[in-house]
């Protein structure tokens, strides 16, 4: 009967909230590693995707997406090869934050005036990078720096 089918509509949409679009803000996870959605944002000086992250050389880049006009907050699960060293975060060349190692964890806030009118930012990492063995004995050449399992982006409350 179509009077009882639009009945039971009516109920199950009784404690339904739609929020309109131009309130809700957009978030991003981006995940690293062989499952992990990241590699299409991945520029230059990234190593091949390995289970649960990936491990960065002394210089990559990043391609953030960015598409609100507001300041944002990028969080980083990572984790420094050498615990001695650390690694500077920039967005679009400027300097956000440096990455010590006291914290597989970080957020940062970036201000809005540091983005650019585009989608899209350059996110960098920079950092002094170690050879993962340096006697060579395992025949691993790479040099590494930062190894990162996600980035979160949210924009600022």
């Known amino acids: 009967n179509g009077k009882d089918d639009m009945e039971r509509i009516s109920l199950a949409l009784g404690s339904l909230c739609i929020e309109e679009m131009s309130e809700r803000r957009a978030r991003s996870q981006y995940t690293f590693g062989e499952r992990g959605n990241?590699?299409?944002?991945l520029l230059s000086g990234w190593h091949e995707s390995e289970p649960g992250g990936n491990w960065a050389s002394e210089h990559a880049e990043?391609?953030?997406?960015?598409?609100?006009?507001?300041?944002?907050?990028?969080?980083?699960?990572?984790?420094?090869?050498?615990?001695?060293?650390?690694?500077?975060?920039?967005?679009?060349?400027?300097?956000?934050?440096t990455l010590d190692g006291s914290a597989?964890?970080?957020?940062?806030?970036?201000?809005?005036?540091?983005?650019?009118e585009e989608n899209y930012q350059l996110l960098e990492f920079k950092t002094q990078g170690v050879s993962q063995t340096p006697s060579n004995e395992n025949g691993d050449v790479r040099i590494v720096g930062i190894w990162?399992?996600?980035i979160t982006v949210n924009p600022a409350e």
Do not use: W
């Open 104 to 116: 597989p964890v970080l957020t940062l806030r970036v201000s809005k005036n540091l983005l650019t």
């Open 148 to 150: 990162l399992s996600s």
């Open 62 to 97: 990043f391609l953030l997406v960015a598409k609100e006009n507001c300041d944002y907050e990028i969080t980083l699960n990572y984790l420094l090869y050498d615990s001695l060293n650390h690694t500077d975060v920039y967005i679009n060349g400027m300097k956000i934050g």
């Open 38 to 41: 990241a590699d299409q944002y």
